[in-house]
Protein backbone atom coordinates (compact mmCIF):
# COMPACT_ATOMS: atom_id res chain seq x y z
CA UNK A 1 0.00 0.00 0.00
CA UNK A 2 1.86 3.07 -0.84
CA UNK A 3 1.23 6.44 1.18
CA UNK A 4 1.79 10.07 1.04
CA UNK A 5 1.57 12.63 3.40
CA UNK A 6 0.22 15.91 1.50
CA UNK A 7 0.17 19.08 4.02
CA UNK A 8 0.73 22.96 2.73
CA UNK A 9 2.53 24.93 5.98
CA UNK A 10 3.47 28.19 5.55
CA UNK A 11 4.82 28.94 8.80
CA UNK A 12 6.82 25.26 9.57
CA UNK A 13 4.32 24.46 11.48
CA UNK A 14 2.95 21.95 9.52
CA UNK A 15 6.07 21.06 7.61
CA UNK A 16 7.97 19.90 10.56
CA UNK A 17 5.02 17.25 11.93
CA UNK A 18 4.49 16.53 7.76
CA UNK A 19 7.88 15.44 7.83
CA UNK A 20 8.10 13.72 11.32
CA UNK A 21 4.82 11.68 10.58
CA UNK A 22 5.84 10.56 6.86
CA UNK A 23 9.47 9.13 8.53
CA UNK A 24 7.38 7.39 11.34
CA UNK A 25 4.70 5.53 8.64
CA UNK A 26 6.94 5.28 6.55
CA UNK A 27 5.41 7.22 3.68
CA UNK A 28 6.17 9.94 0.75
CA UNK A 29 6.17 13.38 1.55
CA UNK A 30 4.05 16.11 -0.97
CA UNK A 31 4.23 19.80 -0.53
CA UNK A 32 1.83 22.28 -1.97
CA UNK A 33 3.14 25.22 -3.25
CA UNK A 34 1.57 28.09 -4.01
CA UNK A 35 1.89 28.95 -7.81
CA UNK A 36 2.06 33.37 -6.48
CA UNK A 37 3.20 32.76 -2.63
CA UNK A 38 2.20 34.55 -0.09
CA UNK A 39 3.58 38.03 1.05
CA UNK A 40 6.30 37.68 3.87
CA UNK A 41 4.91 40.31 5.99
CA UNK A 42 3.39 38.68 8.78
CA UNK A 43 0.49 40.58 8.77
CA UNK A 44 -0.60 40.63 4.78
CA UNK A 45 -0.13 36.78 5.04
CA UNK A 46 -3.08 37.09 8.11
CA UNK A 47 -5.48 39.24 5.98
CA UNK A 48 -5.05 37.05 2.71
CA UNK A 49 -4.86 33.78 3.95
CA UNK A 50 -7.74 35.06 6.72
CA UNK A 51 -9.62 36.33 3.29
CA UNK A 52 -8.93 33.09 1.18
CA UNK A 53 -10.06 30.57 3.95
CA UNK A 54 -13.16 32.93 4.73
CA UNK A 55 -14.56 32.97 1.42
CA UNK A 56 -13.33 30.03 0.05
CA UNK A 57 -11.03 30.50 -2.42
CA UNK A 58 -8.84 28.63 -4.07
CA UNK A 59 -5.37 29.94 -4.95
CA UNK A 60 -3.36 28.25 -7.57
CA UNK A 61 -1.14 25.66 -6.61
CA UNK A 62 1.87 24.36 -8.20
CA UNK A 63 1.82 21.17 -9.85
CA UNK A 64 2.87 18.32 -7.22
CA UNK A 65 5.95 16.82 -6.81
CA UNK A 66 4.57 13.37 -7.40
CA UNK A 67 2.12 11.50 -8.90
CA UNK A 68 -1.09 11.76 -6.58
CA UNK A 69 -3.14 8.69 -8.54
CA UNK A 70 -0.10 6.57 -7.53
CA UNK A 71 -0.92 6.50 -3.76
CA UNK A 72 -3.78 4.31 -2.39
CA UNK A 73 -3.92 6.29 1.36
CA UNK A 74 -3.47 10.33 1.79
CA UNK A 75 -2.49 11.86 5.23
CA UNK A 76 -3.41 15.41 4.96
CA UNK A 77 -1.95 18.93 7.56
CA UNK A 78 -3.31 22.00 6.71
CA UNK A 79 -2.65 25.05 9.38
CA UNK A 80 -6.00 26.37 10.09
CA UNK A 81 -7.09 29.72 8.91
CA UNK A 82 -10.64 32.04 10.14
CA UNK A 83 -11.43 28.31 11.55
CA UNK A 84 -11.30 26.26 8.41
CA UNK A 85 -8.41 24.54 6.26
CA UNK A 86 -5.89 26.71 4.70
CA UNK A 87 -6.89 27.94 0.57
CA UNK A 88 -4.31 25.90 -0.82
CA UNK A 89 -5.15 22.55 0.67
CA UNK A 90 -8.77 23.75 -0.21
CA UNK A 91 -7.90 24.07 -3.77
CA UNK A 92 -5.53 20.79 -3.66
CA UNK A 93 -8.91 19.09 -2.60
CA UNK A 94 -10.71 20.48 -5.27
CA UNK A 95 -8.50 20.23 -7.94
CA UNK A 96 -7.34 16.26 -7.52
CA UNK A 97 -10.12 13.74 -7.21
CA UNK A 98 -8.47 12.18 -3.72
CA UNK A 99 -11.25 13.15 -1.26
CA UNK A 100 -11.80 9.06 -0.70
CA UNK A 101 -7.82 8.35 -0.34
CA UNK A 102 -7.56 10.42 2.61
CA UNK A 103 -7.66 8.23 5.88
CA UNK A 104 -6.34 10.91 8.61
CA UNK A 105 -5.77 14.34 9.05
CA UNK A 106 -3.41 16.45 11.41
CA UNK A 107 -4.06 20.68 11.98
CA UNK A 108 -2.42 23.40 13.22
CA UNK A 109 -3.68 25.77 15.27
CA UNK A 110 -2.81 29.39 17.41
CA UNK A 111 -6.78 29.84 18.11
CA UNK A 112 -8.04 26.76 18.52
CA UNK A 113 -10.13 26.15 15.54
CA UNK A 114 -9.61 22.62 15.38
CA UNK A 115 -12.86 21.04 15.76
CA UNK A 116 -14.68 23.16 13.58
CA UNK A 117 -12.34 22.54 10.75
CA UNK A 118 -11.97 18.66 11.42
CA UNK A 119 -16.26 18.77 11.77
CA UNK A 120 -16.35 20.26 8.20
CA UNK A 121 -13.65 18.17 6.67
CA UNK A 122 -15.07 14.67 7.90
CA UNK A 123 -18.61 15.82 5.66
CA UNK A 124 -16.21 16.06 2.89
CA UNK A 125 -13.65 12.97 3.36
CA UNK A 126 -15.73 9.61 3.45
CA UNK A 127 -12.72 7.49 4.86
CA UNK A 128 -11.15 9.99 7.72
CA UNK A 129 -10.53 7.87 10.47
CA UNK A 130 -8.03 9.45 12.26
CA UNK A 131 -6.95 13.10 13.14
CA UNK A 132 -5.10 15.37 15.70
CA UNK A 133 -5.29 19.05 16.40
CA UNK A 134 -1.60 20.46 16.94
CA UNK A 135 -0.26 23.72 18.68
CA UNK A 136 1.17 26.35 17.17
CA UNK A 137 4.94 26.16 18.45
CA UNK A 138 4.60 29.54 19.46
CA UNK A 139 1.45 28.52 21.94
CA UNK A 140 1.87 27.36 25.30
CA UNK A 141 -0.31 23.67 24.17
CA UNK A 142 2.63 23.33 21.60
CA UNK A 143 4.38 21.36 24.74
CA UNK A 144 1.94 18.86 23.80
CA UNK A 145 2.25 18.46 20.23
CA UNK A 146 5.24 15.37 20.29
CA UNK A 147 3.14 13.20 22.40
CA UNK A 148 0.13 13.97 20.07
CA UNK A 149 2.29 13.24 16.67
CA UNK A 150 3.68 9.74 18.33
CA UNK A 151 -0.19 9.09 19.07
CA UNK A 152 -1.29 10.04 15.65
CA UNK A 153 1.72 7.99 13.64
CA UNK A 154 0.26 4.68 15.69
CA UNK A 155 -3.57 5.46 14.80
CA UNK A 156 -2.29 5.53 11.22
CA UNK A 157 -0.18 2.75 11.18
CA UNK A 158 -2.83 0.91 13.04
CA UNK A 159 -5.18 2.08 10.03
CA UNK A 160 -3.04 1.17 6.78
Known sequence: ??????????????QAAA?????????DLIELKLVKPFP???????????????????PA?????????EYDVLILGTPIWAGTIAAP????????QVLDKI????TFSGG?????CIAKLSKRLPRLKVEVALANRDSDLAIHNADKIHHFIKEVERLV
Open 103 to 106: VAVF
Open 19 to 27: KEIAEGIGA
Open 89 to 96: VHSFLNKY
Open 112 to 116: GDNKR
Open 1 to 14: MKKAVVFYSLSGNT
Open 40 to 58: TEKSKQLALGGMQAMFGMK
Open 61 to 69: IQELSKNIK
